[in-house]
């Protein structure tokens, strides 16, 4: 009776919100579990439970399942919006259930922040579990990321569903061995592509054993420390792969798994990872290779995260880096494009992106190809602007204005090609800005 009236009271609330015309957030689960921290035992679902989570990559990997099963005919529910802790996902679940909490739906698909997989699935049932990577990210919230991985460990012991694992991340696929009993494990990996390097370019995690301690040997690395991986004491490192992506073409944004081309819209390495997790995961569920070509070539996010926009007549890249490994991957894709080009780098340090923000020394601005001028802004417009200036890059060039409207009228000043990386809070004004321009 109490659980039929929260969720009474949360869809009158919703209705409200609606007629406001305001989203919510987390704030209805926010609402319905302090009211009753237990209510998503109530909750009735018959179809998969597929959640996804990693320190980056989330929200498209996600996005990208929900939308392959779509275009499957398959009715989905989802938290597209990235609402991504337990009170986001439970707002999710009471927009979408009957009065008696019955979900009608042919597979819920979640991105989940990496701290509340264990609180989450406690409760509520789990049948596909899909882990992309371990980065640092905002020490402030999560701890150290060993801490992290220890607790999703912990939670694995007693968990038999399917694991979905990057094979080539050693801080992920040491999760296949958290429960020996589980036999649903399905390692993803990428062939080393043509931007893969012998030594680490980036600063990383994982370099040594879990299991011995020993320092792994890397026959390449991928990006961070993303890679080919073996220990020579153990043996770690050596799975049997379910999903492989193959001929990796970032020029055409191509890619093959099981012999099958797939195109996409996105030409980064490490978006390539994402959709053989995608891959992985759907063909899970006998979904048409067919299928998948089509909807993977159709995919696309509108919301900064490697969006590709025509203002005034540049061609703007906008991504979002809350990370060094964020920023790294953006920086990876500039350095791959031999075209001439300025950027961009909006750094805030509100709550959400965490108040430090040394980890900006963490980002390899060794290399800017083609960079011909750097603007910044956010906040933190300074601090940005001493690290590009300190890894060498001549400070004559890098014009910061803690002004965004300023700096992105400076960006467009001139008529090169654009490069934007702008961090959590920054990503969105940023976005809006650039396309007030348009
Ligand atoms: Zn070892």
């Known amino acids: 009776m109490k659980n039929f009236l929260i969720i009474l009271i949360m869809k009158i609330l919703n209705f409200i919100l609606k007629i406001l015309g305001k989203k919510g957030g987390n704030f209805l689960g926010k609402l319905a579990y302090d009211w009753n921290d237990e209510i998503f035992k109530y909750f009735k679902i018959s179809c998969p439970v597929i959640a996804v989570t990693a320190t980056n990559g989330k929200t498209m990997t996600n996005n990208a399942i929900g939308f392959l099963f779509k275009e499957a005919g398959k009715k989905v529910i989802s938290n597209i919006e990235g609402n991504n802790m337990e009170t986001g996902i439970l707002s999710t679940l009471l927009k979408n259930c009957s009065l008696t909490g019955k979900i009608n739906a042919d597979f819920l698909v979640f991105e989940v922040d990496e701290g509340y997989i264990p609180i989450l699935f406690k409760d509520l049932r789990l049948d596909t579990l899909v882990i992309l990577n371990f980065f640092r990210d905002q020490l402030d919230r999560n701890g150290e990321v060993e801490s992290l991985i220890l607790k999703i460990n912990e939670f694995l012991k007693t968990y038999n569903g399917n694991l979905v694992l990057n094979s080539d991340d050693p801080n992920v696929s040491r999760l296949a061995k958290a429960n020996p009993e589980n036999k649903n494990i399905y390692y993803f990996s990428v062939d080393k592509y043509k931007f893969a390097t012998k030594e680490i370019k980036e600063a990383g995690e994982g370099k040594f054993c879990p299991f011995c301690n020993s320092k792994l040997d890397y026959d390449y690395y991928q990006y961070s420390h993303i890679g080919k991986f073996k220990c020579p004491n153990c043996k770690y490192g050596n799975n049997s792969i379910f999903k492989i992506a193959k001929n ?79 920023s790294n991957v953006s920086l990876r894709i500039l350095n791959e494009d031999n075209d001439e080009k300025e950027l961009l780098f909006v750094l805030n340090d509100n709550l959400a992106d965490g108040k430090d923000v040394s980890w900006i020394w963490d980002i390899n601005f060794d290399e800017l190809k083609n960079v011909s001028r750097i603007v910044t802004s956010g906040s933190r417009a300074y601090d940005i602007a001493i690290r590009i200036k300190t890894s060498g890059y001549d400070d004559n060039k890098i014009f910061p204005h803690l002004n965004l409207d300023e700096a992105v009228k400076d960006l467009y000043s001139t008529n090169s090609k654009k490069y934007v990386i702008a961090n959590y809070t920054a990503l969105q004004p940023t976005r809006k800005e650039i396309l007030s321009l348009k």
């Open 248 to 326: 990796v073409n970032l020029e055409n944004k191509s890619f093959e798994v099981d012999g099958i081309n797939y195109k996409t819209k996105f030409n980064s390495i490490y978006n390539i990872y994402n959709f053989t997790a995608v891959i992985s995961v759907v063909s899970l569920y006998d979904i048409d290779t067919n299928i998948i070509q089509k909807a993977l070539e159709k995919f696309q996010l509108n919301n900064g995260r490697m969006e590709e926009l025509i203002i005034k007549d540049c061609k703007t890249i906008i991504n979002l880096a809350k990370n060094p490994t964020g």
